[in-house]
Structures are given as C-alpha cells and as structure tokens.
C-alpha cells in the first residue's frame, strides 16, 4: 500500500473537519442568513461585505488573525487561559470563518428568494414565528440548505493556507488532506500526492456535480 | 350584536392612513377605493401584518390593539382569517396540507368548522392531493379560503381575492363568498376596487379615499349618493335593491321579483319562491315619465315602478343625476333637456322606466 496510516488519518481529520465546521456554520449562519435577508437595517450590507471578505481575503491573512486570536495572547487565550491555536477546534474555528460565506450566501439567497409573502400567510395561520420558519421558510429554502451543507463542506475540504497557519499539519491532531499532499511534495513522494490529488479532485467534482443535479431536479415551485 | 371597532393613524413618506371604523361584525363589509387609497393598508392593520403606532382595534370584548394600553396582539394570536391577493398557498405542501396547516393550530376547543364542511362549501373534494401549482388560478383562491376558514375565524379578511382571475374564474368563486357567510356566519371584511363584486357580495360598503373614510353606509345607499358621484369616478352610479321572487313566468322566460308591493320582471331565475334576489340597476338604464297612476300607461318597458323626486344634482353640461325613492335609493340619469321638460321638484311623484335586461349584474371587469 502507497498511503501510510498518517494518509489515512490526514482523511480522517479532514471528514471530522468538514462536518463539524458545516455543522458550526449552520447553527451560527442559519440566523445571520435569515437577519440578512429581511433586515431593513443600515449595517447589512456591511455585514454583508464581512461575511463575503473570506472569499477575497488570502487564507494566510485570514489564517494569522486566527492565530493571532487563539493564541495564548490573543482574546480568547488571555481571558480563558484557553489556547486553541494548533488543535483541532481551533482549525474549526479557523474553518469557520473560512467557509462561512459558501454556506451564509446559499441560505441568504435561499430566505430571500421565500420571501415574507409566505410568513405571513403562516403567521394568518396561527403559526408563531419560529413555527413559520421551521415548517414554512426552511422547507422552501431546502435547496440554500443543500447547496451551502455540500459547498461548505467541500470548500472546507480543500483549505489549505488556514490550516497551516492555525493548525500547523500536526499528524494525527491537525494534518488534513491538503496539508498532507504538500509534505509529500516536499520530501518528493509524488506517488502519494499522486493518489491523494486525484481523489481530492474526483470528490470536488462530484460534490459539484451533486449540487447542480439537486438544483435542477427539484425546482421550487412559486405559484 | 358584537361590533368591530378600528381606530388607525399610520404616517408613511407618502400616504397616511387616518381612519375611524364602527360596526357591526356581521355579514359583508366591503372596502372600496381607488389603488393607493389604503385599503390594503388598513385590511393589514385589522390583521396585524402592519403595526399602526397609535391603533386600537377590538372585536366584540376582545381586544387586539391598544396603544394606550400598551396592548397588541401579533397576527398569529388574533382568531382571524386572511386570504391575500396572491393566493400564497405553500408550495412544498399539498392542497390537503396546505388546508389543515391552520386547523392543526387551532385549539380543539376553538374549532367551529370541520374539514368536511369546508371542503364540501368550496367544491374542492378533488383537489386534495394535488399540488398548488398544479391548480388554476381560481381553484387556488379556493383552497385559500378554505385554509383561512379552517382556523375557525372570528373574522375573515379577504383582500382582493378575485383580482389576479378572469372573468369566467370570478363567476365560478363568487358564489362561494356568499355561501361562506349564509352557512358559517362568520364576518367578513372585502377589500376589492370592482363595484360589481361589491354589490354582488356586500351589505355595508366603506368608501375609502386617500387613506380616510369618504363614506360608510349600506351598499345601496353609498352607491346611489350623488354627493358621491365623483369620488366614485368612472363608475356607474345605480340602486341596489334585495327583491324577493314572487312568481315565474316561464312562458314568457322571466322572473318576476316583489320589492316593497312593486314588481321587478328579470331573465329567468332558477330560484325558488321567496328567495333573495339582489338587482343592480344603473342611473343610466333608468329614464322619468310623468303621468297619472290612474291612466292607463302603455309602454313596451316591462319594469314601471313608482317613485319620489328626492334630490337633483348636475353632473356635465347635459346630464342631471335625480335621486329617486322607491324604498331605497334609486339614480336616474337624464338630460337636462328632459329635466327642463319635465320640471322635476323634489317630493314629486313620478314613475321610473327601467329596462329588464339591466337588472341583473354580471360581472364585466
């Protein structure tokens, strides 16, 4: 066998990564999402801007605020005495911010597109507000919802200048897949980086295939 | 009687909404008014879609809103029924989903209809499992309303149900509306811009201009008002009179309606005996002929009724609005030429030609 036990255990790390992140991302983003869609206030295109800022920003940038705020200096660190830089919560955080906008921008589009129309009918109803987003909005918004679980996890799969600078590819505790294919470039193993690119490249496109085949097939119908 | 009584001041950039409402929380009250009049507006504040900053509004001993207070309701706890324009049926839900959604939400103890009752009122039986979007238009509205009646609604607002549908869809839901509240009794606020869906529908009618209430009073009243004659715009000024069916001629294929001891002859109604019949009559297909009742009249118009001069007004250069009695209010619309003819004087007894085929409405907008 080509992969060692550290290979696999890079693939490990990078699953647990990407659930936990997505999972993050939809109990943190779901309400900003929403907050975004039928807010009138003035600061949400500033928001807005933030929470797009990860898509421009070098994941380095992004990656050494993170450090620099996890760290045993940093806010979190200094007030808890809790240090999440080079572990693996702190790569979900770092992961987080990295792959926020892939699944707040699906389900801030999604929320819009229901639109309040609807709400009101089910508030007429005698559907609270929360019951109104729970069996009304989310079931219409079920595409955002797919579309930013399979974008935020793929995306988190493939990060790469967050995870060497929050976690450092520690093997074991924070080496992911992408990290690893960039050791074995460095001690020249391309047999490894070999398998491991071509695996990483055929979930990419499946992942991406999936999303538009979900999008094209069930269509939501707006009367 | 339980009443329902409003009192909403909303100021927008530009529109307000200043409007003072006091009556009774039965049967059919329409509000009518050009767009942008308010009366979507005020229909939201009676649902709680839209939050008037100095509002009071109660239905009988409950009340919803009262600023004063510090008390308002949200939509979701008012015991009413909307049905908006769009229909807004859920569309990841069938029509039977869709119908229970709010009758799942309503507390046993409140229920006063059943899913049987409201699928047989509205003719939806086999409609049921579909899905919205694969029914029309007019089917949709259906359902709409059988979804608000089954939260068993102290009030049902409908706001503009029949405007996105054709004319051939409006006939076919009308008659719907009028069974809800024969059969179910429950009040209903309509908004609508279309005069002949009003008189087909309504008892009271609020006119409703710039955001104020122009006028409030039953339909046939409001309708024939010549002080109102402008306000109503391009519409046509009439009489509505609830006749009873006094007999059939079907020989000669009509109708003949009693109101008040006169006698309405109208097309064929395959109504029984005694039942309620409203006639629309408009100004213009109602012409004055003076003469004695003790002469012998002959004339090939089938419908003379006998009237009182109440009031004249001008409308144009050539045309004068006579407000008749002849029970309730009736408009005649003639020449000045004939007014100078005839020397009309309020009090007077006079006799009001009206054409049979004008007397029962059908919808045309």
Known sequence: MMLSELDFSALWVTLRLASMTVLVLLIVGTPIAWWLAHTKSRFRTTIEALVALPIVLPPTVLGFYILVALGPYGPIGSLTGITLAFTFWGLVVGSAFYSMPFVIQPLHAAFEAVGRAPLEAAWSLRASPLDAFLTVASPMAIRGYVSGIVLGFAHTMGEFGVVLMVGGSIPGKTRVLSTTVFDHVEVMEYTQAHIISAVMLLFSFLVLLGVYIINRRFPIHVS | ?365
């Open chain 2, 1 to 365: 009687m339980n009443r329902l009584i409003a009192r909403f001041d909303v100021t927008y950039p530009n529109f307000q909404l200043h409007v003072e409402l006091d009556v009774p929380a039965t049967g059919i009250l329409a509000l009518f008014g050009p767009s942008g009049s308010g009366k979507t507006t005020l229909i939201r504040c009676l649902a709680g879609l839209e939050r008037a900053p100095h509002g009071f509004l109660c239905l009988g001993d409950e009340v919803w809103q009262d600023e004063t207070r510090n008390i308002y309701e949200p939509i979701h706890r008012r015991p009413i029924g909307y049905v908006f324009q769009d229909a807004r049926l859920f569309p990841h839900l069938s029509v039977r989903s869709n119908l229970v959604y709010g009758f799942n939400r309503t507390p046993v103890s409140q229920r006063t209809v059943s899913l049987e009752q409201v699928i047989d009122i509205l003719g939806i039986e086999h409609l049921l499992d579909r899905r919205p979007h694969k029914l029309s238009g007019g089917e949709q509205q259906r359902v709409t309303i059988g979804r608000a009646l089954l939260t068993s609604p102290r009030l049902l607002l409908l706001d503009e149900p029949l405007s996105s549908l054709d004319v051939d869809r409006k006939r076919e839901i009308l008659p719907f509306i009028r069974r809800l509240y024969k059969e179910i009794h429950v009040p209903i606020i309509y908004v609508s811009h279309s005069i002949n869906e009003i008189v087909q529908l309504a008892q009271l009618v609020a006119l409703l201009q710039e955001g104020r209430i122009a006028a409030i009073g039953p339909v046939g009243e409001v309708f024939s008002r010549l002080d109102l004659r402008k306000k109503l715009g391009r519409h046509p000024i009439g009489a509505v009179v609830d006749a009873v069916i006094a007999e059939h001629e079907p020989a000669f294929g009509l109708t003949r309606l009693d109101y008040k001891g006169q006698s309405l002859y109208v097309p064929f109604q395959s109504l029984e005996v005694g039942a309620e019949l409203r006639v629309h009559i408009l100004a213009s297909d109602v012409g004055l002929v003076l003469g004695d009742s003790s002469l012998l009249m002959l004339t090939s118009v089938l419908n003379v009724l006998r009237a009182v001069v109440v009031d004249m007004t001008e409308v144009d250069q050539s045309t004068v609005d006579v407000q008749l009695d002849i029970g309730c209010p009736l408009v005649a619309s003639i020449t000045k030429k004939s007014l100078d003819a005839l020397k009309l004087t309020p009090g007077q007894q006079v006799f009001a030609h009206i054409k049979a085929v004008a007397l029962i409405e059908e919808l045309t907008d």
